[in-house]
């Protein structure tokens, strides 16, 4: 079965950088939009940053430059460079995967999830 395992969380202080990994088995991401997600603590599930199988890339508002998604469809791994963390980007941080196979029909694989948590 398809597996994606993240990697990199951690305590932070605000100010500083965690780079975020996941890994694929049993998947080929090049076929793949893939996406990073966090979902903090009384919170929804929202979309952190993402890219197309193309590699066009897109992020929350919250995030504009100071995250970089970065795909090695080869390796079948994603990353989630993340800079000047602040305390409000404390949550648990999933790696997706997303196909839509027809309109209708739309495949979606998750991650365990990592947590970040950004403190002093």
């Known amino acids: 079965q398809v597996q994606l395992v993240e990697s990199g969380g951690g305590l932070v202080q605000p100010g500083g950088s965690l780079r975020l990994s996941c890994a694929g088995s049993?998947?080929?991401?090049?076929?793949?939009?893939m996406g990073w997600y966090r979902q903090a603590p009384g919170k929804e599930r929202e979309l952190v940053a993402g890219?197309?199988?193309?590699?066009?890339?897109n992020y929350a508002d919250s995030v504009k430059g100071r995250f970089t998604i970065s795909r090695g469809d080869a390796e079948n791994t994603l990353s989630l460079q993340m800079n000047s963390l602040k305390p409000e980007d404390t949550a648990v941080y999933y790696c997706?995967?997303?196909?839509?196979?027809?309109?209708?029909?739309?495949?979606?694989?998750w991650g365990q999830g990592t947590q970040v948590t950004v403190s002093s």
């Open positions: 049993r998947i080929i991401f090049s076929m793949y939009d």
């Open positions: 890219i197309t199988s193309r590699g066009s890339r």
């Open positions: 997706n995967a997303r196909r839509d196979y027809t309109r209708d029909y739309t495949v979606n694989y």
